[in-house]
């Protein structure tokens, strides 16, 4: 689904990444960990073909992201939801509005019931018409989440998705992409709070990635 061939990368200093090959193969369950500025967020980067590769090769539903044209990337873009770090909105539109803008901008539409579901499978059923402002951490992330999967995508990337939340928020943010992963998803979350991956691991096969020494390699089962 998503593979590197002996990928690096560099924002133009030294390499941040080297030699990094990996695949994660359709339904599968991955954390990414390492410390603060190894480059989880490059690595998810590369996963979406935000960035490029400096050398090697990102595979991404079977295509190289760099042979991919403008249009090409969009549709590949379209099959992978990502929950960004710093979950952004369009404060004057309501929660609904921004999780369907995905929709919007494609030229799609959902039912006000499958929205409505949606929204109530992420807890935020009684929010719809709220503006982003009014929302805590907790309801932003999950209408973050919300918004990475209206247009059902194959694939879920979520980087540090717990980052400012509380324990029970963490779990109940858990939960989901665990379900998500039951209904087939591939799942990669960035994160470096090890006991959300412990946790994890009781309700999932999760394998966890490491980034260290600029390699990214599966961790062994010590976490
Ligand atoms: N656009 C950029 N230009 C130059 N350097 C960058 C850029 N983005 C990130 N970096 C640097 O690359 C390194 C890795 O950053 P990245 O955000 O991928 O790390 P991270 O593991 O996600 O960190 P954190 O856990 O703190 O979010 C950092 O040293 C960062 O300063």
């Known amino acids: 689904m998503i593979a ?3 990928v690096a990368y560099s924002y133009g200093g030294g390499e941040l990444l080297s030699d990094v090959s990996l695949r994660l193969t359709p339904g599968s369950f991955h954390f990414l960990t390492g410390p603060s500025g190894a480059g989880k967020s490059t690595f998810l980067k590369l996963c ?6 400096t050398a090697g090769r990102v595979t991404i539903f079977d295509r190289e992201v760099r042979g991919l044209d403008r249009d090409e990337v969009a549709r590949m873009r379209r099959r992978m939801g990502v929950v960004h770090q710093d979950c952004q909105f369009l ?3 309501p929660i609904a ?6 929709l919007a901008v494609s030229g799609r539409d959902t039912s006000a019931q499958d929205l409505a579901d949606l929204l109530a499978w992420v807890g935020l059923g009684q929010l719809a018409d709220a503006l982003p402002p009014s929302l805590s951490g907790g309801e932003r992330q999950r209408a973050a989440v919300a918004r990475a999967i209206i247009m059902s995508p194959d694939v879920v990337l979520a ?3 717990t980052g400012n939340l509380d324990w ?3 779990l109940r943010l858990l939960r989901l ?3 998500l992963n039951r209904m087939g998803k591939t799942i990669l979350v960035a994160t470096h709070d090890l006991n959300l991956i412990r946790n994890a691991k009781q309700q999932v ?3 966890v990635l490491r980034i260290s020494n600029r390699r990214v390699q599966l961790a062994g089962a010590d976490l």
Do not use: G, I, Q
């Not at 509005?97 to 995905?102: D, F, G, H, I, K």
């Open 177 to 179: 992409l665990v379900e």
């Open 48 to 53: 979406y073909a935000e960035l490029l590769p």
């Open 91 to 93: 404060d004057h539109l």
């Open 205 to 207: 096969a999760a394998r």
């Open 97 to 102: 509005a921004n999780v369907t803008l995905p």
């Open 4 to 6: 590197f061939d002996n």
């Open 159 to 161: 980087d540090e998705p």
């Open 168 to 170: 029970d928020m963490s």
